[in-house]
């Protein structure tokens, strides 16, 4: 069973008495998928040949304290029926875990969470887990442990009676599935804004977060897409972690191995604070959870509610969300990059006289100082000219952005100690040792914090942003030139 998204293992047991009347109970906090189950299994029992005893019938989902949900628990209860009323020959069940939802004709139908039950199976030292035939290439991703795919009730009696074998999934090799993302738009499609195509290189090769702030029609949204194709493919640790969580909210396609591309996720603006952060009676993971190793992309950011906008802090600081509840108190990854687009104004033009520029501030305070003071670079996105709109030349385009952020990337994980530690995850610490500044630069920096007014978060910032503008140059140390870069992409730390 899941707890959130991790694994914990439960025993079914089941009893059948000779006295009493006969009467079906199911104990151990079971929800109303739960209690429902003993119907499937009543009737994918009779229907697959086998008996259903007429008496007495207790199940026990142990541990006790913790709520069970879901139709996982199935195939389990069947098994120890089964058991019970010795079908079920052998012991040979103690060298597996079960899981599978019950069709009414004994097929097995497939369930969530299978990759998260599978990493629970090899940790307690079972022999393999029996899943649906759908959810095998999920399971079998996670590697040293023997995946067995069974089709119906039949087969898995079969199975442990021995006499029907049933053939271990081959293991999945996860390099070779994992893939370049496909982006819908390249950045040789869009036209002129060379600095922000440099921004969004800068944010791509170190994993930060960015806003661009600019009139509409200037691109924001067109090179937002376009930032998919130039992220580095997903790494075998990286695919694993982003498809539990898919896994738990039942999101992996069927029949496929794990999510091999990097989440793109683009809530809209009417998205409430649960459908953002997770929760529910029984929490599930949100949007900002199934960015996890991806992108969270929130165009026209101030239409985005106040309360929604302002639960993003914690994430966009731990990397995780911590949900509490009654009875528990879950915590879900959620490193992401935060890339938000937003117009000047609400009529989305720059202001031009006073009164527009009112209008602008009222529209920037939609966004709190401390979320803005989270997010690494604040790139200015002008209108492009009739010349470059109608000339030829595109620019930048997505290959050689990939290119450079494929080199910043592998450099990141040599020096920082492997791919989940992009610059945008160095402490404070760490950044003391790894983008240590020279005197010049120093200077600079002092000079920046004092006029600016920057806050002790920024000053990190500007330090991890230099430290990847260096890495993109190839530079080992982080030189002036690269922290004034980085500064000027401070924009909504000083007046506008």
């Known amino acids: 069973m899941l707890q959130g998204i991790d694994p914990i293992a439960c025993e079914v047991e089941v009893d059948v008495g000779d006295q009493g009347l006969a009467k079906t109970t199911i104990v151990g ?8 189950s ?19 019938l207790l199940v026990n989902l142990a541990p006790a304290d913790i709520r069970k949900e879901g139709p996982i628990f199935d195939l389990p209860i069947a098994v120890g029926l089964l058991l019970a009323e010795q079908v079920i020959q052998t012991q040979r069940h103690k060298k597996f875990l079960f899981a599978g939802e019950l069709a009414l004709d004994g097929r097995l139908r497939p369930i969530n969470g299978v990759i998260n039950l599978a990493i629970l199976a090899r940790s307690c030292g079972l022999d393999g887990i029996v899943v649906p035939v759908d959810n095998a290439s999920e399971a079998a991703a996670v590697g ?13 009696v079969g199975f442990l009676n021995e006499r029907h074998e049933i053939q271990p999934h081959p293991e999945v090799d996860v390099d070779s ?23 969004m290189t800068i944010a791509a090769a170190g994993a930060h977060n960015l806003l661009m702030i600019g009139p509409a029609g200037a691109g924001k949204t067109m090179m937002s897409r376009a930032l998919a194709g130039v992220l580095p493919r997903l790494s075998r640790e990286e695919a694993l972690e982003v498809t539990r969580i898919f896994s738990c909210v039942g999101q992996v396609p069927r029949g496929a191995p794990l999510i091999t591309r990097r989440p793109i996720r683009t809530p809209h603006h009417t998205a409430s604070s649960a459908a953002m952060i997770g929760g529910g009676a029984i ?16 165009d026209e950011m101030p239409e985005f509610p106040r309360m929604v906008l302002e639960t993003l802090r914690q994430p966009l600081e731990d990397g995780k969300v911590t949900i509490a509840r009654a ?30 520029q009112r209008q602008m501030e009222r529209y920037l305070s939609r966004i709190s100082g401390p979320l803005i003071d989270r997010i690494d670079l604040h790139v200015e996105v002008a209108p492009v000219p009739y010349k470059q709109l109608s000339g030829q030349a595109n620019g930048t385009d997505s290959a050689t952005i990939r290119k450079q952020v494929a080199a910043a990337r592998q450099t990141q994980s040599q ?11 160095l402490s404070g610490r760490q950044l003391d040792k790894l983008a240590a500044l020279d005197a010049p630069g120093q200077e600079l920096l002092n000079q920046a914090m004092t006029e600016l007014g920057l806050s002790a978060r920024a000053y990190d910032k500007i330090r991890r942003v230099g430290r990847t503008i260096a890495d993109l140059e190839g530079s080992e140390t982080v030189a002036p030139h690269h922290v004034a870069e980085a500064i000027q992409y401070r924009l909504l730390d000083r007046q506008v």
């Open 283 to 298: 929490p599930r993971p949100g949007e900002v959870s199934l960015a996890h190793h991806g992108v969270l992309f929130l």
């Open 38 to 56: 003993i119907e499937r299994v009543r009737s994918a029992t009779v229907n697959s040949g086998y008996p259903f005893p007429m008496s007495r």
């Open 144 to 156: 040293g442990i023997d995946v067995y795919p069974a089709d119906t009730l039949a087969s898995v």
């Open 327 to 356: 009875h528990s108190s879950l915590r879900f990854p959620a490193r992401f990059m935060l890339v938000a687009a937003m117009n000047p104004t609400p009529k989305g033009a720059k202001p031009t006289d006073e009164v527009g």
């Open 177 to 199: 599935v994992l893939a370049d993302q496909q982006p819908e738009v390249d950045f040789g499609d869009v036209r002129g804004q060379e600095g922000a195509k440099r921004a």
């Open 415 to 425: 020096r920082n100690g492997g791919p989940l530690h992009p610059n945008s995850t």
């Open 29 to 36: 906090l079971p929800d109303a998928a739960v209690k429902e």
